[in-house]
């Protein structure tokens, strides 16, 4: 086993641009449902109406002039560099859709691309991104987003944090007149991933200014006309400032894409390692949230005489928050755990997994899954069971200014899952988080 834990690497992602600092910011994922026939969904049609202005980067000049020429050529340039850079760089480009498809997106856009404004043409190349695995990136450093974090519950889009602190608990009900779920479908071909989880999870991504312009959602970036149902069942709608990313999540204190202290995971998100002993289930109770050694001897220390005295029977490994990094800090754990009969045994370990266990996180919960007889209770994972995994090259775009970033290495474990599904799945709901209530936990308890 410990020749297949090589396999583990290192790799860490921001989903929310948290103010760790581990990596760069981590761009979500793809419904290929919506690959097809995505310029016209995307609005990217040779024969769309005149743009509207951009306001991301430099208008061109008059249609036809030379100006106008040598902008449109550095544009495509960008689109030549993310071509030639995911076919020579990426560890398996391909894997998520055929090359065909791909080749026929570049064409579509080099075609387009004289016809569209900056934003536009930014959600042309974010549309290659989503073509892709949840590995690949798509970022400026200067992003700016609308100052609310949106989750996506069972129930719906809701904001969990804003600078307005007014509208946490609000439903999104539309931007601009286009409807909550109409703005979710226009967004997913945008987003990067292996499979819904991972779709999900990039919901955060949804109140990004040039996307939102781009797709022709938003028309006056000043004045986007964001509407919520409040929590007192009234209708607000609000012309939300824009904030950049890294900003609005340190102000936050944005450690993934969800985040608040409605309940004890959420509030020691913060905490790498924490246990404690649940006395009416007569579990241990153990939180995995970062790759570090920190809290993880006394984690291993503690449980021993937990199932020695009889105070606990059983573990339940609460992952969930757990995101990329270097897994080889967790697998004294994962040992601790595999060669314990008390534990390794039916009925012995639970493990709570969710959208946020992309890279390493999926990999840890694979071989939990292999080499215990753990049952698993929450979310799928983001990312498939043989992962792409870090070190990322990093493309730097000249035009746009963005950085299309992609994976260089894989697992290659061989395992053809798409992701590590839950024996027992178990959906949050908005009800459930602004009550304080943690289905999950209390399932696996």
């Known amino acids: 086993m410990a020749e297949?834990?090589?396999?583990?690497?290192?790799?860490?992602?921001?989903?929310?641009?948290?103010?760790?600092?581990?990596?760069?910011?981590?761009?979500?994922?793809?419904?290929?449902?919506?690959?097809?026939?995505?310029?016209?969904?995307?609005?990217?049609?040779?024969?769309?109406?005149?743009?509207?202005?951009?306001?991301?980067?430099?208008?061109?000049?008059?249609?036809?002039?030379?100006?106008?020429q040598v902008a449109v050529d550095t544009w495509i340039s960008d689109l030549e560099a993310i071509d030639s850079g995911v076919r020579e760089l990426h560890a398996d480009?391909?894997?998520?859709?055929?090359?065909?498809?791909?080749?026929?997106?570049?064409?579509?856009?080099?075609?387009?691309?004289?016809?569209?404004?900056?934003?536009?043409?930014?959600?042309?190349?974010?549309?290659?991104?989503?073509?892709l695995d949840t590995h690949t990136q798509f970022f400026s450093p200067d992003q700016r987003q609308y100052d609310v974090l949106l989750y996506r519950f069972s129930d719906g889009l809701f904001v969990i944090a804003a600078t307005d602190p007014s509208l946490v608990g609000a439903r999104l009900l539309s931007i601009n007149e286009v409807t909550a779920a109409d703005v979710e479908a226009r967004i997913?071909?945008?987003?990067?991933?292996?499979?819904?989880?991972?779709?999900?999870?990039?919901?955060?991504?949804?109140?990004?200014?040039?996307?939102?312009?781009?797709?022709?959602?938003?028309?006056?970036?000043?004045?986007?006309?964001?509407?919520?149902?409040?929590?007192?069942?009234?209708?607000?709608?609000?012309?939300?400032?824009?904030?950049?990313?890294?900003?609005?999540?340190?102000?936050?204190?944005?450690?993934?894409?969800?985040?608040?202290?409605q309940n004890e995971a959420l509030r020691?998100?913060?905490?790498?390692?924490?246990?404690?002993?649940?006395?009416p289930s007569k579990s241990f109770l153990l939180s995995l949230n970062d790759y570090t050694s920190t809290g993880r001897d006394a984690a291993i220390a503690a449980m021993t005489p937990?199932?020695?005295?009889?105070?606990?029977?059983?573990?339940?490994?609460?992952?969930?928050?757990?995101?990329?990094?270097?897994?080889?800090?967790?697998?004294?754990?994962?040992?601790?755990?595999?060669?314990?009969?008390?534990?390794?045994?039916?009925?012995?370990?639970?493990?709570?997994?969710?959208?946020?266990?992309?890279?390493?996180?999926?990999?840890?919960?694979?071989?939990?899954?292999l080499d215990t007889e753990a049952s698993f209770v929450g979310e799928m994972t983001p990312a498939r069971a043989d992962n792409f995994l870090c070190p990322c090259t990093d493309m730097e775009l000249p035009a746009s200014g963005f950085i299309f970033s992609v994976p260089t290495t894989r697992s290659g474990n061989g395992d053809p899952r798409m992701a590590i599904e839950p024996d027992i799945p178990v959906a949050l709901s908005s009800i459930d988080y602004f009550a304080g209530r943690d289905p999950a936990l209390e399932a696996a308890l």
Do not use: K
């Open 188 to 261: 997913r071909p945008l987003l990067p991933g292996d499979n819904e989880p991972a779709e999900l999870n990039g919901m955060w991504m949804l109140t990004q200014v040039d996307y939102l312009h781009g797709l022709g959602i938003v028309d006056d970036v000043d004045r986007p006309g964001f509407t919520f149902i409040m929590a007192d069942g009234t209708q607000r709608t609000v012309d939300l400032p824009t904030e950049d990313i890294d900003d609005f999540a340190e102000a936050q204190h944005l450690l993934g894409s969800l985040g608040g202290v």
């Open 93 to 131: 480009p391909f894997a998520v859709v055929p090359e065909a498809t791909w080749s026929a997106r570049v064409a579509e856009l080099e075609t387009a691309f004289p016809t569209l404004n900056d934003d536009e043409r930014i959600v042309g190349m974010a549309s290659l991104a989503g073509l």
């Open 306 to 369: 937990a199932l020695d005295s009889g105070a606990a029977d059983h573990v339940v490994v609460d992952m969930r928050y757990l995101r990329g990094g270097d897994a080889s800090q967790l697998l004294p754990l994962v040992d601790a755990l595999e060669r314990d009969p008390r534990i390794n045994r039916p009925g012995g370990l639970t493990v709570l997994i969710g959208r946020e266990n992309e890279s390493a996180a999926t990999l840890i919960a694979a071989t939990l899954d």
């Open 4 to 68: 297949d834990r090589a396999i583990l690497g290192s790799c860490a992602h921001r989903p929310c641009q948290p103010i760790d600092d581990i990596v760069r910011v981590y761009i979500m994922p793809i419904n290929l449902t919506h690959v097809a026939g995505v310029v016209a969904a995307l609005g990217l049609s040779a024969c769309a109406s005149t743009p509207a202005p951009s306001t991301r980067v430099g208008e061109t000049a008059t249609a036809g002039s030379a100006a106008v």
């Open 268 to 279: 020691r998100r913060g905490e790498p390692i924490w246990a404690r002993i649940d006395a």
